[in-house]
């Protein structure tokens, strides 16, 4: 089985996903965390040098290496559902399930302001203002992709052992 954890940047893909492979006892992956090992570059550094859309090239063709992998958490960036034949890959891969963490955009405020830097799509904006403007505009643009995934869980008010303990309890 796989699950590939889904959901806007901030909701908890990557901490979530290590913590869920740990108690599932099923190897972990980061999407980003591949590419940046295969490329020996940050996610920062591609987008800066190469530029985002040679980001998503390498992000769609990094995620085909990753599909039919058993027993494994496979922590997806924010974007990836939403571009190219990703969410279909995702969607279509046997004996796996996709699973959107979803937060709303005060919760993800919140957790990615001090973040932003690591963050090429949102380090830019310099307050929380912005901040907010930008992520309500993108969710709504996002979501309906998101929205397709097996199964959702809600994030707001739990903290991450809480949401890693809800997990457990939807999936068996
Ligand atoms: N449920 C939560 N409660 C509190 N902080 C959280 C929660 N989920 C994630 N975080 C924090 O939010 C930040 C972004 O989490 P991360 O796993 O990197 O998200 P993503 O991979 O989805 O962008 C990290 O500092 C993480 O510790
Ligand atoms: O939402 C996005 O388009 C992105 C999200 C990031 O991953 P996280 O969602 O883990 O921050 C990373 O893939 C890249 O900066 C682009
Ligand atoms: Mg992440």
Redesign the pocket.
Known sequence: MTLF?V???????????SKLADILKYNYL?L?GYIEEKEGATIKIIFKTKGEIYFRKLESSYLKELIGLNNTVI?L??GTPCYGNNLNLILESKNSLSIY?K?SIKTLVG??YQ?RYK?PLIAHLEDISALNEFIGKHIFERAPFYEQSSLSIK?DG???N??VDNLVLKLF
């Open positions: 954890l959901g806007y940047m901030g909701s908890g893909k990557s901490v979530i996903g980061d980003d922590s960036g924010g963490l937060a957790r990615l973040e963050r994030t739990l903290d991450i809480e949401v």
